[in-house]
C-alpha cells in the first residue's frame, strides 16, 4: 500500500479517492466516509507532492494517532495516571529512503529507550543527549509510575487539560495531541457508523 502511495507523482482527489477505495477494508473506513475524509486532509493545498504528504498524514491518524489518543483518555477517565508523547526526532542512522518530511516514525523512540546513540557511530551530541534524557524518563515511569525526575523537563500528567510531551531536538509541553483531528474522526464514525453482517435467518422447521 505504501509503495503505491510513494509512486503517485501527481497526487490529487480523484487519486486520492480511487487509493481510499481501493485500500478502505484494511483501513477499517466505508465507501461513505472517503469524501469527507479527502475534504478534511487534502482541501489545504493545489500542491500534488504536498496532497501525498496530507494522505501520509491521514494513514498515520487512523493507524497510530486517533487510537493513541483514545485510548489515553480512557485510560484517564479510569483513572490510571497516563502520560502521553509525540516523539519528532530523525535518527541518524534511518535509511536514506525514508522521506525527508518524515522526522519521527514509528517505534523511533524505541532507539533513544536502548540507548542506540551510544552504539552506532555518527551519532551527534544532540542526539545522544536526547537518549539519555528519554532513557531516564521510561527509568522514571518503570520505577515510579511517573517519568518526571531532577534535570529533566516537566511532563504533565494526561487530564482533562489533555497535556503531553513533544519530545525531540526541543522537548517541551503541549496540549490536545491531534484535537481537531480526533474531533473529525469521532463526528465522521458517529455519522457513518460500521456495517454488521447479519447472518441469513434460517427457518427452522420442526418434524413430528
Same mark, same amino acid.
Given at each position: ?84 508523547? !509525540? ?37 551527534? !551530541? ?54 481537531? !483531528? ?20 434460517? !427457518? ?5
Amino acid at each position: 500500500m505504501m509503495e503505491d502511495l510513494h509512486s503517485q507523482d501527481k497526487m490529487n482527489e480523484k487519486m486520492a479517492s480511487f487509493f481510499l477505495k481501493r485500500f478502505h477494508s484494511k483501513l477499517n473506513i466505508a465507501e461513505s466516509m472517503i469524501p469527507a475524509i479527502i475534504e478534511k486532509y487534502l482541501k489545504g493545498t493545489v500542491d500534488p507532492s504536498k496532497k501525498g504528504d496530507l494522505l501520509l498524514d491521514m494513514l498515520g491518524d487512523i493507524f497510530l494517532c486517533i487510537p493513541s489518543v483514545t485510548f489515553s483518555r480512557s485510560l484517564r477517565d479510569a483513572g490510571v495516571p497516563t502520560y502521553m508523547y !509525540e516523539f519528532q526526532y530523525r535518527p541518524s542512522f534511518v535509511s536514506d529512503q525514508r522521506p525527508q518530511t518524515i522526522q519521527g516514525d514509528h517505534g523511533d523512540e524505541i532507539f533513544s529507550v536502548f540507548g542506540t546513540p551510544f552504539l552506532k557511530e555518527g551519532a551527534s !551530541e544532540e542526539e545522544t543527549n536526547l537518549s539519555k534524557m528519554v532513557m531516564k524518563f521510561w527509568a522514571n515511569f518503570a520505577r515510579n509510575g511517573n517519568p518526571n525526575g531532577e534535570g529533566l523537563p516537566h511532563w504533565p500528567e494526561y487530564d482533562q487539560m489533555e497535556g503531553y510531551l513533544q519530545i525531540g531536538a526541543t522537548t517541551q509541553q503541549a496540549q490536545r495531541l491531534k484535537g481537531e !483531528e480526533v474531533a473529525f474522526w469521532n463526528e465522521l464514525l458517529v455519522n457513518n457508523p460500521p456495517q454488521t453482517e447479519h447472518p441469513e435467518h434460517t !427457518e427452522h422447521t420442526e418434524h413430528k
